[in-house]
């Protein structure tokens, strides 16, 4: 969910960064000069250094997690991910042919 949450709030923060460049053109345009420095010299690059970080933490986020699994399945003396489908630890559980725990007759 955190890493959901990270890549919604950098695409957040690009477009953001887009709409303060667009407001800051807009500004030239208009000839208000101090308001197009505000958006294109101090918003717009602090929205884009905001969107990097998220990116980032996602990233390492993300590669923590799949050191966490890869660790976890060495440990138990798989050389795959043990959460893997095809895993033998995923596919042969002694509860796929035991139909004790749910109410369907084999």
């Given amino acids: 969910m955190?890493?959901?949450?990270?890549t919604v709030?950098?695409?957040?923060?690009?477009?953001?960064?887009?709409w303060e460049i667009f407001q800051g053109i807009s500004?030239?345009?208009r000839g208000e000069l101090e308001a197009s420095l505000f958006h294109l010299l101090v918003s717009a690059?602090?929205?884009m250094a905001l969107?990097?970080?998220?990116?980032?933490?996602?990233s390492q986020l993300h590669d923590d997690y799949r050191?966490?699994?890869?660790?976890?399945?060495?440990?138990?003396?798989?050389?795959?991910?043990?959460?893997?489908?095809?895993?033998?630890e995923t596919r042969d559980t002694p509860w796929e042919d035991d139909a004790s725990?749910?109410?369907?007759?084999?």
């Fill in 45 to 47: 690059p602090i929205l």
């Fill in 101 to 106: 725990h749910t109410h369907r007759r084999p």
């Fill in 27 to 29: 500004s030239i345009i």
């Fill in 67 to 88: 050191r966490m699994r890869r660790s976890l399945s060495r440990s138990k003396g798989a050389q795959i991910d043990v959460l893997h489908p095809s895993s033998p």
């Fill in 9 to 18: 709030s950098t695409i957040v923060a690009v477009l953001a960064s887009c």
């Fill in 2 to 6: 955190r890493q959901f949450i990270l």
């Fill in 51 to 58: 969107a990097v970080t998220f990116d980032y933490v996602n």
